[in-house]
């Protein structure tokens, strides 16, 4: 069975400043993916970053990047220069493995709430 | 268009009432999902749905009925919901491909009453 680690409830980061989000996973499965999403206080999940575990590079998204350690099973999000509308839950999560009947399943992390201090 | 659009974004009903949540997107994916978020909890897969066939049902009550009319339509029909159904509800949809990305909408926020 698939698991999502996110041990940060919340964390605050002072505007224009750089955070680390934490996640870590477990997986027997050689094939996976890890997203993640940023949830505002309006409800819609906003995805924001891809990593496959077959990807050489981590993947980057403009001030997004995942930092991907796959030997230590990690998945962390990096935001660069903070803005107070990154203010959000944030949420990784992790592709069960295609099951190529067209759809397949994310299980998401607990999140991480974020707050950017003016 | 790269939207999921749901409706409605606020719903109230009763334990008796009978209501549904739409969801809509032109993409062109041919997969499409039902999650329920209780607050500050995680979504929560309910239904999948691909190519118009329902392929996944996590053990949801039999009073949350999903229905695909077409591959751009999904929609969930609510019947003697309790008060602990009260969430949001996100409607998402994908592309086949094993990278594909969820693309959600904004949530139906449902209260039971």
């Known amino acids: 069975a698939q698991k999502i680690t996110q041990t940060q409830p919340g964390m605050f980061v002072q505007e224009k400043e750089a955070v680390t989000l934490d996640c870590t996973y477990d997986?027997?499965?050689?094939?996976?993916?890890l997203f993640w999403y940023k949830q505002p206080s309006s409800g819609e999940m906003i995805f924001l970053i891809y990593q496959g575990s077959y990807d050489q590079q981590n993947a980057t998204e403009g001030r997004y990047s995942l930092n991907f350690q796959k030997a230590r099973k990690s998945a962390n999000l990096v935001i660069s220069a903070s803005q107070l509308g990154d203010s959000a839950m944030y949420f990784c999560?992790?592709?069960?493995?295609?099951?190529?009947?067209?759809?397949?399943?994310?299980?998401f992390g607990k999140g991480t709430k974020l707050s950017v201090i003016p | 268009d790269t939207e999921v659009t749901q409706t409605p974004k606020h719903l109230v009903m009763g334990m008796t009432n009978k209501k549904s949540l739409k969801c809509e997107q032109h993409?062109?994916?041919?997969?499409m999902y039902w999650y329920k978020q209780k607050a500050k909890k995680p979504p929560e897969l309910m239904f999948v749905y691909s190519y118009e066939k329902l392929s996944i049902n996590e053990s949801v009550p039999s009073r949350f009925s999903p229905e695909c009319p077409n591959s751009s339509l999904l929609n969930l029909h609510l019947h003697a919901l309790q008060p602990e159904d009260s969430a949001l509800y996100l409607c998402?949809?994908?592309?086949?491909?094993?990278?594909?990305?969820?693309?959600f909408g904004a949530g139906s926020r449902l209260t039971v009453l």
């Open positions: 998402a949809s994908s592309q086949q491909e094993s990278s594909a990305v969820l693309t």
């Open positions: 997986t027997s499965d050689p094939s996976y993916g």
């Open positions: 993409m062109g994916h041919r997969a």
């Open positions: 999560a992790m592709r069960e493995p295609y099951s190529g009947a067209g759809s397949y399943q994310l299980t």
